[in-house]
């Protein structure tokens, strides 16, 4: 199955998925293309190194998100892209795109949603003074945050724990968890 990683930042859950797939972890799966809609993005870099496609959009040149969804669109149907994965993709994709694609867009959030929904999920959680946050990989619906969930897992904030040690702790689980869905739902075991 031909995979999309769309991205903004880093690409640390893009290198977790490059890693896995390496090693056999996404089944089938490749990773056909990465998504950017930011020139300057690390995660472009690690694409590049491993010799994967890129395709950089920025929302620039768009009056629209529906207009800037089809661009991409386009850009998917020539890769025969079967599932996309979200990995710190920091647009809110038009209905169209989800519609388009429903049941093959997967997330993954940084909180235990339905709490902490939106681009701040570490950080509101932190800041909310709670005890446990986590890792939430879901279906992308049009509601922001709010597809149906594929898996959560727990990360306990500890007395005293800084920010950036909390947001280490949150990305070991993305890693782990991420790929994990992926190679499933590659491998037909789960559907929304």
Do not use: W
């Not at 190194?49 to 669109?73: C, Q």
């Not at 049941?103 to 959680?125: V, Y």
């Not at 500890?158 to 491998?187: C, Q, T, W």
């Amino acid at each position: 199955m031909n995979i999309a990683v769309f991205v903004s930042g880093n690409g640390s859950n893009l290198q977790a998925l490059i890693d896995a797939e390496k090693k056999g972890g996404l089944s089938s799966g490749k990773i056909k293309l990465v998504v950017c809609d930011k020139s300057d993005a690390f995660a472009l870099v690690r694409a590049k190194k491993h010799n994967i496609p890129v395709f950089v959009l920025t929302g620039d040149r768009h009056a629209s998100r529906e207009e800037y969804d089809k661009v991409i669109i386009e850009e998917l149907d020539q890769k025969n892209i079967g599932l996309i994965v979200l990995a710190g993709f920091m647009r809110i994709l038009s209905g169209h795109f989800v519609n388009k694609y429903a049941n093959r867009i997967l997330n993954i959030h940084p909180a235990l949603l339905p709490a902490f929904k939106g681009a701040n999920g570490i950080k509101d959680a932190y800041d909310a003074g709670v005890d446990v946050t986590g890792v939430t990989v879901h279906f992308v619906i049009e509601e922001l945050d709010s597809g149906p969930i594929i898996f959560q897992e727990e990360v306990k904030i500890g007395k005293n724990e800084s920010l950036e040690k909390l947001e280490e702790k949150i990305h070991k689980v993305e890693h782990k968890l991420y790929p994990k869905a992926v190679r499933m739902f590659v491998d037909g075991e789960m559907r929304s």
